[in-house]
């Protein structure tokens, strides 16, 4: 028995196979495009917010009233000094830090200080000796905080120096100075 051969049927256009592979390799590359161009974008959008570790996510009160936001802080250098008032390094090294604030904000540098002491004392404080960078009350739990950045002792004075990226690039538990801040923002 001979079996029947096939009539003509409805036809497909033909596509000639180097064509054909060559229409799938494009539709490949460009679909990779496209996730890799995503995965890019999504990886800018997380470099570009803080991250969700100390101290950025941190809203602290502020002396005169208002907060301290320190994701407000994040995306340029910052010095981040923690002081009290019943500390006499600490209160000898703020106006070491008040003139690095001058002389560098113009140039992006930020300073911020956080207070390891009680409301109180810390308004009286500023009201005889003002500050122009930024002031948070962290209470006793700066301790802890300051301890999170490498602050093995919790003791004070203790400054860590954040890059734009909001890495800590140094460290410094003791008095610091003018000088060896210039020091390390010219570093960066």
């Not at 950025?56 to 994040?74: K, S, T």
């Not at 090294?93 to 207070?115: I, K, N, T």
């Not at 003791?155 to 003018?178: E, N």
């Amino acid at each position: 028995m001979t079996s029947p051969t096939p009539g003509p049927g409805p036809t497909t256009p033909s596509v000639p196979a180097g064509r054909s592979r060559r229409l799938w390799l494009a539709a490949g590359v460009a679909l990779a495009a496209g996730g890799a161009g995503l995965a890019w974008r999504r990886q800018q959008e997380r470099a570009a917010a803080p991250p969700d570790t100390p101290p950025w996510p941190l809203v602290l009160p502020r002396p005169e009233g208002g907060e301290l936001r320190m994701a407000a802080l994040w995306g340029k250098p910052l010095v981040l000094n923690f002081w009290a008032t019943w500390c006499p390094p600490c209160i000898e090294e703020l106006p070491e830090l008040e003139r690095f604030h001058q002389a560098w904000s113009p140039r992006g540098w930020q300073v911020a200080g956080l207070a390891v002491d009680a409301p109180t004392p810390v308004r009286e404080f500023l009201a005889r000796q003002p500050l122009s960078f930024p002031v948070g009350l962290a209470g006793l739990d700066g301790s802890a905080l300051s301890r999170t950045l490498g602050n093995e002792r919790g003791a004070l004075p203790f400054t860590a120096v954040f890059d734009g990226a909001g890495r800590i690039v140094q460290r410094k538990l003791g008095q610091t100075s003018f000088g060896e801040l210039e020091t390390w923002a010219r570093q960066l």
